[in-house]
C-alpha cells in the first residue's frame, strides 16, 4: 500500500516526542557554534524549482564554516566538477538543507534555511584556505536547527572501523573509468585519481 496522506503516515509513525519538537531552534546556541567550529564536513541539499533535487557533500578543515551571527553561517565554494547543481538550484529555490557531521560522532547538527550565493571579498578573504581563495560562499539564514541522535549512524555502524569494506566496490578511477572516462586508458585515469589529485584540492587563486 502505497502513503498518500499525512494522517496514514502518523497512523503508522505516531506522533514526535514533545522533545522532538521542543529542540527545534531559529537561532545558534553557543553549543552549535562549538559544533561548527570542530566540524571538518556537511551534506547540503537543495531543489529546483521544479522539485528536482540534489545532495552536495562539502568539506575543509574543521571551522571551515563561518558564523556571522546567532543566525546567519557562510560556506567556501572550493574547485570542483563546476557543474554547480545544488547552486544553480539555489538560483531558482533558495531553501536549503544542510547536515555536519563530526567524526566518530553518531548525533548531528542540522540547519535549514534560505541561501545565498556572494561573492563578497572580506568574507572570502576569511575563508582562505592553503592559499586558496574560494571563488564565492554560500550564506544562509538560518531558520530551523537542532541536534538529531545518532540512530542511523548506530544501525550502520558507520564509524565502526572494523566493518569497514573499502575494496568492496572497485576504486574510485576503475569507477570512472567505466562510466565516465571511456576514451582513456586505466593507466592515466589511476594517476589523475593518484597523489596528484590530492595535491590539486586548493589550487592557487
Known sequence: MEITSEAQLRELLGEPAPAALAKERTSLHDLDREWLA???????????????????PKGDPPGFTLVLDERTI?????????RADGYRNILANPHVGLIYLLP???DTLRINGRARLVTDAGLLDRMVVKGHRPVLAVVVEIEQ???????????????DVDSWTP??????????HALERRDQRLEDVERYYGEQYAAGLYPAS
Do not use: M
Open 38 to 56: 570542530a566540524s571538518p564536513f556537511c551534506l547540503v541539499a537543495t531543489s529546483a524549482a521544479d522539485g528536482s533535487c540534489d545532495v552536495s
Open 74 to 82: 557562510a560556506l567556501p565554494e572550493r574547485s570542483g566538477n563546476r
Open 104 to 106: 566518530g560522532r553518531t
Open 145 to 159: 536547527v537542532f541536534h538529531h541522535c545518532g540512530k542511523a549512524f548506530l544501525r550502520s555502524g558507520l564509524w
Open 167 to 176: 575494496d568492496a566496490v572497485p576504486s574510485r578511477a576503475r569507477i570512472a
